[in-house]
Each structure stands twice: as structure tokens, then as C-alpha cells.
């Protein structure tokens, strides 16, 4: 007797949804594929306000943004992993927090890298680091052992990549990778983040619709769009999410000092 | 559901499937029930709980002003409204209570003659039921986190013990020998686990962010230490190079099999990982927020098919789905926080203990009669659908 095994786990809808009105684009993305990821990807990079610095950085994204648009986050790991095995993702340690990781595609870091580089002594470095780095390597850091060995870099070379930026130190003989010019940005995104957190957390009852947040005036502390802070602080759990008859609610979560 | 029964009454499907299928179902509609409740003995919080593995029947619960009291769960009265008695205590007023909390009680695994509990009184009691006074008493040297005696040893009768000494202790319950010491861990030891697939592997978990795989059959050290990304080592700042969390690790449960093992940690997540090969499985569950200075107790479904995580979150329970890591729904009752929560798994009914010292019992909601019930009745009394039962006679008909 031939017959498809269904799971039983599919019989049952694990989670209740309520309709739920007027809410942005992105809600319910069911569909599997690394396509998908990437399409969310795209999505964020948009909400990236480039003028900001001079057109410097490439488009960044946190990782944890995904996780607001995608309900499943093992399934959005798993994807953005094969992203980065392909070498068409490139991902990196931000430093101010343990689990915050931002994401870059590879073209638009090699673009923003090599334009800023450009009449620096330090370009052939960089192209032989990133030429190195880009095909194949998905880490995230970087111990002397291996520039010297698999990299064959010298001294020299290393502290050149330092000082152009593209690595960081991390502690004695290792690295972490980096983007170059990125200070401002987390200055900017921490402010930023703090603000829009101090902004749900003044509200009335300490919670505000999705909608009406997205709809406020900034503050002049708050440089980046205020789509982008939604989906982060959303991402990063620092604001419950609740679905109401009106739309999302975002309520303030007691016990983040952010 | 019909096509599940229809499948088992055809053969097409393993009995095991349809029993599966309606544990999950179960599992899913878990709710405060206002017909169950349990009786209400301690003064101060709970601390732990523990379901008999027999009968699943008798409960143990330890309390922070150092009360043990045990419930009877069965329903012997013929009423769907139900409190669980307390048969017996060890209060106050005994003599031999714990002067402090206690933090971990556990059943003897084999029976219900024994069970034993640890109190932050540095103590550890073996206590014998039928009279209720300790028939051993451990002295330890700080104060006892959590001890756990393994469910399927038949050979030995080790108790872990994990106190605020960075050795884990192995107390023998035959001899009353202490002399087992498993080194390695630099910080104190919040959780200990015996798998339950061997008898001989221990897991523990320390405020030095690491957990540990132990093999008590060997002199050496551990086997080896749970690293969450893996051994790549690029991931960590080189602190935090080997850990299993990057805070403290404060519970440790084993899935049924033994094949997987949880750990929460105060860095707010909780991980799965493969208990034979140590490896991080990498499901993310999110932010599982985690404030406990000492150990957590949560528990894992048993005999459903997509296995449920029942963690304490905070002033309520989270339930997550083990492999898939998505968050179910949390079950909102307690009044504070909940330190430890215990899944019956032959009703399928979870048990939580919390600082406001109630003990709820979340049970399944049944569906309710349907539609048909309601034409039967009418099909066979015609009119007089809604007698009195106290006006029925046994004698007269209605069919003339």
C-alpha cells in the first residue's frame, strides 16, 4: 500500500492567527527558498538610507531584522548560512552586542570597499584580501595563524588592512572582519534604536500601534528611517508584538535598560 | 481526527500514530481548567516539583520556606470539580524539616517508598514516606543547587548533586558514600541531568557558561563540553571561545529518549543540542527571557508528535515546539513568577509552581458534546427532554 505519510504536526495549525487589519506587506511569508530571504533582503536594503554617509558604506542589514518578517527562525538562519556559503552574503560581528549581526552583499561590499580605497596606497592589499575572502570564506573573524598560513599576508600587510578599515582588532593575533566607515553607523543606529525604544516606552500604557509609530516625526536623534528601527527592535524581541483587530501592536517590554 | 481513527480501525496506520496524534491534540488546547486545583500548603513559593514515574499519581512539591508536601492528582470523586489533596506534609513543626528552601525534590525512581530532597540548608535528605523522617542525611559544604538520581539505573544508585562548589558530587544511596567527586567545572553548578537513555552519562550546568557531558564510568574528566557555535571559533569574542551560553546556564532538561538535550541560560536563550555528539542544533527559539539566579526547571512532552518545550517565562509558561523552535502560546495564570513546571504525561497535564504559591494545573480542554447529543435526547423524550432527574421513576414508560 502505497501512501504519503502526512505529519502529524500539519493536521494540527500550531499557531492561531487572527486576521488582522491593514498591516504592511510583509506579514505572512510562507513560502520556503533561499528566494525568498533574499527578496527580504532587498526589502530591508531599501529602507538603508544611503545619503546618510555620503554613500560610503554599502547597504547594511542586521540580521535580526529578518526574524520580523519571517516567522520561523531557524528556517531564516538556515537561509541566510546557505546565502553565505554561496559567497553571496557576507556577514559580520557589530560589536555591541553579542548576537547582532549585519548582513552585506558581497557585490555592494566589494563596490563600497574598493571606491573607498581608491588613490590609497592600501588597494592592492585590500583587492588581494578581498579576493581571497569573498568566493569561499564565511567567517567571521580572523587569528594570525591563518592570514599568514592560508592567506599569506605579512605584518605589514595586516596592519595595512587595519588601518584601511577592513578589519578590526579583536584582541592579540586576532581579527574580526569589518566594514569600513561602520563607527557612524552603530553610533547613529544605537542612538537611533534607543530613541525609537524611549518613543514606545513614553506612550500611553507604554504601547503604540505599528502603524501610528511608523506614521510619527522622528526626532532629530533618530537618522535612519523609522521602518528600518521597527523591524529591528521587532526582530531583537526589545518590544512585544501583538496582533490586535487595528494592526500590530508594539508594547514595551519591562526589563531592557536600551 | 476521523481520519486518524478510520486509518487505525482500517490497519493502514501504527496504534502508536493515533495516540500520538491525540496527545498532540491534547497538548495544543492546553488551558487553566476551573475544575481542577490544587491544595494550597505552602507559605512561601515553590520551588520544584516532581510527579512519580509509577503510577504518575502521587506529586512531590518543595517549597522556599522549606515545606515538602505531597498531592494526590487522582480524581477518586465522581465530580468534574476536583482538588488535589495534600496527603502529607513535612512541615514546620517536624522535626526534621529543612531549615532553609529547598530547591530539588525527586521520587525514588522505582517506587514510592523513598524520595529525596536538597535544601539550600546544605543539606541533602533521603526520606522515608511511610514515616516521613530522613533515613540519610548528606552534609555539604554550600548550598545544594539541585541533585537528580538517574530513571533508569537498576545497577546504581547515584545521586548528582550540584551546590555552589564547582565539584559535582556523586552520593551513593546504597553505601552512604560521598567519595565520587567529577572535576572540571570552574563555577558553581546549577543543574544536574542523568540521561534517561544511559545510566552512566551526566549532564551539568555551571555559572561558568558551560555544561558539561560526564561519563561517570571513567576516571578522567568529562567527555566533552557543549559548544554553542560548534567550534567555530571565529563566531566568539576568545572569552567566550567553548561556552554554551554566554551567561550563566541554569537548567538542563533531556528530551524522552535521551537523544537531545535543552539548556537555558541567563543570556535569555535556550538551545538544543544532539546528547551523543554535542553539537548545537542550532534551533532558534528567540528571546526566552531568563532572570533566575539559581536553577530552572522546565520540562519536555512526552508520547507527542512534534514534542513541546514547557519553559517558565517569567510570571507565565512558554510553550514551544521542540525541533521547529517556534513559540506556541503561553499559558497566562500565575500571579508571579513561575520557578518550575512538570508535564503528567499520561493526561497530558502540566503542573507549574511559582512564587505566589499556587500550584496550577493546566489540563486539556475536552470537546464539548456536540450538536447530534442534543437530537438524540430529543429523538428518545420527546417532550419531556428537561425532566427533573428527582421526579424520574425507574418503572414508568414514555413509548405508550
Partial sequence: MNRKRALIADTFCLTKRRRCAADSVTGDSQADGAADIRSSLQYLMTLFSRKLFNDSLPPVVLKHQLYSLHNDKTAVDKQVNELRENGELLMFQLGFDSEAFALVFAEDYRAKVLQGEAGRGTLGTVEKFLAKLIPSCSDLSFNKEKMLKEFLFTDSEITQLVKSGVLTVRDAGSWWLSIPNSGKFIKYFIKGRKAVLGMVKKSKYGEVLKTELEGRRTTSQVKFQMKYHIHEIIGAELVECIQTTSGTLLRHVDGNVN | ?400
Fill in chain 2, 1 to 400: 481526527m476521523l481520519s486518524f481513527l478510520y486509518a487505525r480501525q482500517s490497519g493502514l496506520d501504527d496504534p502508536v500514530r493515533l495516540r500520538r496524534a491525540e496527545s498532540t491534540r491534547r497538548v495544543l488546547s492546553l488551558e487553566l481548567n476551573h475544575n481542577r486545583d490544587v491544595d494550597r500548603i505552602h507559605g512561601n513559593g515553590i520551588n520544584t516539583l516532581d510527579t512519580e514515574v509509577i503510577d504518575g499519581r502521587y506529586m512531590l512539591s518543595g517549597g522556599s520556606d522549606g515545606v515538602i508536601v505531597i498531592y494526590d492528582l487522582e480524581n477518586n470523586s465522581k465530580k468534574p470539580q476536583y482538588t488535589c489533596k495534600a496527603i502529607c506534609t513535612v512541615g514546620r513543626s517536624s522535626r526534621h524539616v529543612h531549615k532553609f528552601s529547598v530547591e530539588t525534590v525527586q521520587w525514588y525512581p522505582h517506587d514510592t517508598g523513598m524520595f529525596v530532597s536538597s535544601s539550600f540548608d546544605k543539606t541533602m535528605k533521603v526520606w522515608d514516606t511511610e514515616t516521613l523522617k530522613p533515613a540519610e542525611e548528606f552534609q555539604f559544604d554550600g548550598n545544594v543547587y539541585c541533585h537528580h538520581m538517574s530513571p533508569v539505573a537498576r545497577k546504581q544508585s547515584l545521586v548528582a548533586v550540584g551546590t555552589k562548589d564547582p565539584k559535582v558530587q556523586l552520593c551513593d544511596l546504597k553505601s552512604g558514600s560521598r567519595i565520587h567527586i567529577l572535576q572540571g567545572h570552574r563555577g558553581e553548578i546549577l543543574s544536574v541531568r542523568w540521561s534517561p537513555r544511559y545510566d552512566h552519562i551526566l549532564a551539568t550546568a555551571s555559572t561558568d557558561s558551560r555544561v558539561r557531558i560526564w561519563d561517570v564510568r571513567r576516571a578522567s574528566g568529562s567527555l566533552f563540553t557543549l559548544d554553542q557555535h560548534n567550534g567555530d571559533k571565529s563566531k566568539a569574542s576568545s572569552e567566550a571561545v567553548n561556552t554554551a551560553h554566554n551567561g550563566r546556564v541554569n537548567g538542563l532538561c533531556f528530551t524522552a529518549d535521551g537523544l537531545h538535550l535543552l539548556s537555558t541560560g541567563t543570556d535569555d536563550r535556550m538551545r538544543l543540542w544532539n546528547s551523543g555528539t554535542g553539537e548545537n542544533t542550532l534551533v532558534n527559539y528567540g528571546k526566552v527571557v531568563n532572570e533566575s539566579r539559581k536553577g530552572l526547571k522546565f520540562t519536555v512532552s512526552r508520547g507527542c508528535s512534534p514534542e513541546f518545550v514547557f519553559v517558565p517565562c517569567g510570571s507565565s509558561v512558554a510553550v514551544y515546539g521542540l525541533h521547529s523552535g517556534e513559540l506556541i502560546t503561553m499559558l497566562r495564570g500565575h500571579y508571579n513568577n513561575v520557578d518550575c513546571c512538570e508535564f503528567h504525561p499520561d493526561y497530558q497535564e502540566l503542573y507549574s509552581g511559582g512564587k505566589d504559591c499556587n500550584i496550577l494545573a493546566w489540563v486539556p480542554v475536552l470537546r464539548q458534546p456536540g450538536i447530534e447529543d442534543d437530537e438524540t435526547n430529543s429523538k428518545r423524550g420527546g417532550t419531556q427532554a428537561a425532566i427533573n432527574p428527582a421526579f424520574e421513576d425507574a418503572w414508568s414508560s414514555d413509548e405508550d
